[in-house]
């Protein structure tokens, strides 16, 4: 019986060893011919696949970029070819080289996956995103790393199960929320509460469906309490003051400062609403703090009034007009709880100074009970 010709590196050790990693020219070409060879004969015995196994793991390390571009290409298609050498092949730092076997191999070690998930770049993660042996820990790591690419594919898998954690992880990318928050609510895996807690995420009709939830909620509270008004957040007039001044004559920095000192938001965050947000959750901000109307008018104007059109103006007072106080700081509560850094929260998730900053009581914070109430409500009034 023909066996494979090639010829079998010796195994040494010492200088003999050392000798031959330094000279990246012993392995010239061979694994490659040896490769193409393995390829071309439809079936192998164990012995052939033995010392071809053998072979490769001692040679790729010193086989050159495009040779095992190649080699990757002719031994995914062959079914005798040693798992070892495909998952050599996957776990290779070349793209190139990895990506067919992650393609088309019929099985990797989940080690294998996580590493060239979290490596990339995004062509090996679409690979990666339709294997079916990937576990809910490449998926993880998917989630978190891929773009917008590898999150559509991710999503229009029917047999992943989309568990609360991945979500939460979607929920924390702007771009990807922006982009794909209307397939998570159509697949029933983004919930109000996530919603009101990455508002700042969401695109413009998700917003408005956050800030009807947060209605909602506010509306249970009450009712859970039995009072017939919600408490109203009055927060300091010198503090009202404060803001206001430095929104008209201070600039979008300092009034981003003064607005993070006030709610006990991180500055980033207040940055973030002022500069580059589309106005509604400053908008939200300024209700909850208690601005009138025409001192939340020209604040928006000031901050807002450059880059946006006047219908987006508009929109932004109708937001301040409509939405109660107590949706509006069940919102901020929210951000709170999310924005801020877990070393810098207290018990109850707020920072220290934000009561002081008030001259009444603020409203109930919302329960787990709430959400999940919460939560029944819409699914009957969405899904029937």
Same mark, same amino acid.
């Given at each position: 019986?023909?066996r494979l010709?090639?010829?079998?590196?010796?195994?040494?050790?010492?200088h003999?060893?050392?000798?031959?990693?330094?000279?990246?020219s012993?392995a010239e070409?061979?694994?490659l011919?040896?490769?193409?060879?393995?390829?071309?004969?439809?079936?192998?015995?164990?012995?052939?696949?033995?010392?071809?196994?053998e072979?490769?793991l001692?040679l790729?390390?010193?086989t050159?970029?495009?040779?095992?571009?190649?080699?990757?290409?002719h031994?995914?298609?062959?079914?005798?070819?040693?798992p070892?050498?495909?998952?050599?092949l /996957?776990?290779?730092?070349?793209?190139?080289?990895?990506?067919p076997?992650?393609?088309n191999?019929?099985?990797?070690?989940?080690d294998?996956l996580?590493?060239?998930?979290e490596?990339?770049?995004d062509?090996?993660r679409?690979?990666?995103a339709?294997?079916?042996d990937?576990?809910?820990?490449?998926?993880?790591?998917?989630?978190?790393?891929?773009?917008p690419?590898v999150i559509?594919?991710?999503l229009?898998?029917?047999d992943?199960?989309?568990?609360?954690?991945?979500?939460?992880?979607?929920?924390k990318?702007?771009?990807?929320l922006?982009?794909?928050?209307?397939?998570?609510?159509?697949?029933?895996?983004?919930?109000s509460?996530?919603?009101?807690?990455?508002?700042?995420?969401?695109?413009?009709s998700?917003?408005?469906?956050?800030?009807?939830?947060?209605?909602l909620?506010?509306l249970?509270?009450?009712t859970?309490s039995?009072?017939h008004?919600? /408490?109203?957040?009055?927060?300091?007039?010198?503090?009202?003051?404060?803001?206001?001044?430095?929104?008209?004559?201070?600039? /979008?920095?300092q009034?981003?400062?003064?607005?993070s000192?006030?709610?006990?938001?991180?500055e980033?965050?207040?940055r973030?609403?002022?500069?580059?947000?589309?106005?509604?959750?400053l908008?939200?901000?300024?209700?909850?703090?208690?601005?009138?109307d025409?001192k939340?008018?020209?604040?928006l104007?000031r901050?807002?009034g450059?880059?946006l059109?006047?219908?987006?103006?508009?929109?932004?007072?109708e937001?301040?007009g409509?939405?109660s106080?107590g /949706?509006a700081?069940?919102?901020?509560?929210?951000?709170i709880?999310?924005?801020?850094?877990?070393?810098?929260?207290?018990s109850?998730?707020e920072?220290?100074?934000?009561v002081q900053?008030?001259?009444?009581?603020?409203?109930?914070?919302?329960?787990?009970?709430?959400?999940?109430?919460l939560d029944?409500?819409e699914?009957?009034l969405?899904?029937?």
């Amino acid at each position: 019986m023909n066996r494979l010709s090639v010829p079998l590196p010796e195994v040494s050790s010492g200088h003999e060893t050392a000798r031959r990693q330094s000279s990246p020219s012993h392995a010239e070409g061979v694994l490659l011919a040896a490769s193409e060879l393995f390829a071309g004969r439809e079936a192998h015995d164990s012995r052939d696949k033995t010392l071809f196994r053998e072979l490769a793991l001692n040679l790729l390390p010193q086989t050159d970029e495009n040779d095992r571009r190649h080699i990757a290409c002719h031994l995914v298609r062959h079914p005798a070819t040693p798992p070892e050498i495909l998952a050599a092949l /996957a776990a290779d730092e070349d793209a190139l080289t990895a990506y067919p076997v992650l393609r088309n191999a019929p099985s990797l070690d989940e080690d294998i996956l996580a590493a060239q998930a979290e490596r990339g770049p995004d062509s090996l993660r679409k690979a990666i995103a339709e294997r079916a042996d990937a576990s809910p820990k490449v998926l993880e790591i998917l989630a978190q790393a891929g773009g917008p690419d590898v999150i559509a594919l991710l999503l229009e898998r029917a047999d992943i199960d989309l568990d609360e954690a991945m979500v939460s992880m979607l929920c924390k990318r702007p771009d990807i929320l922006k982009r794909f928050g209307k397939d998570l609510v159509d697949r029933k895996v983004l919930t109000s509460s996530q919603m009101l807690t990455h508002f700042s995420r969401l695109d413009a009709s998700l917003r408005q469906e956050a800030i009807a939830s947060a209605e909602l909620a506010s509306l249970i509270n009450l009712t859970r309490s039995g009072s017939h008004k919600p /408490a109203r957040p009055v927060f300091k007039q010198s503090l009202l003051k404060r803001l206001h001044h430095s929104a008209l004559t201070g600039g /979008a920095e300092q009034f981003a400062q003064e607005l993070s000192y006030a709610l006990g938001l991180p500055e980033s965050f207040t940055r973030e609403i002022v500069a580059a947000d589309s106005g509604e959750t400053l908008s939200i901000c300024l209700k909850a703090l208690g601005f009138t109307d025409a001192k939340a008018s020209q604040i928006l104007v000031r901050l807002l009034g450059e880059r946006l059109p006047l219908k987006g103006m508009r929109d932004l007072l109708e937001v301040f007009g409509n939405i109660s106080h107590g /949706a509006a700081m069940l919102l901020v509560n929210r951000w709170i709880g999310e924005e801020t850094p877990h070393g810098q929260r207290t018990s109850l998730s707020e920072p220290k100074h934000l009561v002081q900053n008030q001259e009444t009581a603020r409203p109930a914070r919302s329960r787990d009970a709430t959400w999940q109430e919460l939560d029944d409500i819409e699914k009957l009034l969405r899904f029937g």
